[in-house]
């Protein structure tokens, strides 16, 4: 009988370990700019959960796509700082609401609404 561990082991190319060094560089940045937001506990935490889970994004490009290695080293970089950076937009809605729920949830509505008009400009049956 195959355990889940081997199972996990037979699917994670060596690749993955190389982009191991990318994502660790990705963290750090994405983690600079966020100092302000995060606790020292959430940064630990996003600084993990990145280091994790960014490799995973260039594994898929190479695997997937076909891409070069290399392209898979930027890609996994960028995913680590970006994925740091939406932990803190999480953190800093999760406390909006937690301050003050109404007035965030208009925030948030109003927001939405914003979105979905900027969106619903571009489409050619939108009347002008």
């Known amino acids: 009988m195959v355990s889940v561990f081997d199972w996990i082991l037979e699917r994670i190319d060596t690749l993955a370990l190389w982009l191991l060094p990318p994502s660790l560089l990705g963290a750090l940045f994405g983690d600079a700019f966020r100092k302000d937001l995060l606790t020292p506990r959430q940064r630990l935490a996003a600084f993990g959960v990145t280091v ?61 609404k914003r979105l979905a008009d900027a969106l619903l400009s571009f489409m050619p049956w939108r009347a002008k």
């Open 52 to 112: 994790a889970i960014s490799p995973l994004a260039g594994l898929a490009a190479w695997k997937e796509w076909g891409w070069h290695p290399y392209t898979c080293g930027v890609i996994t970089t960028l995913a680590a700082a970006l994925a740091v950076d939406l932990i803190a937009l999480l953190v800093a809605v999760v406390r909006e609401f937690r301050s003050d729920p109404w007035v965030a949830a208009g925030k948030t509505a109003d927001a939405i």
